[in-house]
C-alpha cells in the first residue's frame, strides 16, 4: 500500500509574484487618483469652513449690533495682510483693526493647508461687517488657490458689499 504524500497548501512562488504584480498595478493607478480626490474634498472642507466663518461674523455683527473683523493677526494684535496664517473674528469697537484688551475675540479659524495659499482683494488687511451686515469695502474676494494655479479645487469667495456670499470656481483669479 503506497504512504500518501500530504497535499500543499500553501501557493507556489508564481502565484505569489502573479498577485504581487496585479496589486502593484492596481497601485499605480489607484495612488494618483486617491490623490486628486483628498484635494477635492480639501477643498471643498475649506470652502465650507470658510463660508461659515464668514456668515458667523456676519451674524455676529447682527446680533450684538457692532462692528465685527475678520482677519489675519500679527503678533496677536493688529491684523496683516498675511491671509496664510489663522484668522480671527473680533469685535472691533473703534474700527481700528486692532483686538485691543477690552475688545472680545469671538473666533479663531485655523485650517490652513501647507500647499494652498489664500489671499484677499487688493490685498486688504480685513474684513470688516457694521452692525447691519454689510462690508465697509466695496465687493471683494478671498481667493483659496493651490500649487496648481489651474486645479479645478481652486475657488473663491466674493463678497458682497451687503456682506452675503457666494463661490466662484471657474473665474478663481489665481495667479
Known amino acids: 500500500m503506497p504512504i500518501p504524500r500530504p497535499r500543499s497548501s500553501g501557493a507556489s512562488l508564481l502565484e505569489v509574484l502573479l498577485c504581487l504584480t496585479i496589486l502593484a498595478l492596481l497601485n499605480s493607478f489607484a495612488i494618483p487618483q486617491l490623490q486628486n480626490y483628498k484635494m477635492y474634498f480639501d477643498s471643498r472642507a475649506t470652502q465650507k469652513s470658510l463660508q461659515s466663518l464668514l456668515a458667523t461674523a456676519r451674524a455676529r455683527a447682527l446680533y450684538r449690533q457692532q462692528i465685527v473683523t475678520l482677519c489675519p493677526l500679527n503678533n496677536s494684535t493688529s491684523c496683516s495682510s498675511q491671509w496664510e496664517t489663522k484668522l480671527s473674528v473680533f469685535i472691533d469697537s473703534n474700527s481700528n483693526a486692532v483686538l485691543d484688551p477690552d475688545e472680545e475675540e469671538i473666533l479663531v479659524w485655523d485650517e490652513i493647508q501647507e500647499y494652498a495659499s489664500f489671499s484677499w482683494t487688493l490685498d486688504r488687511r480685513y474684513i470688516r461687517f457694521r452692525p447691519n451686515g454689510s462690508t465697509t469695502a ?38
Do not use: E
Not at 483659496?144 to 458689499?161: E, G, H, Q, T
Open 138 to 175: 466695496t465687493t471683494g474676494s478671498l481667493r483659496y488657490c493651490l500649487m496648481d494655479k489651474d486645479s479645478p479645487n481652486n475657488f473663491r469667495i466674493v463678497i458682497a458689499r451687503t456682506g452675503r456670499t457666494r463661490v466662484d470656481h471657474k473665474s478663481h483669479g489665481c495667479p
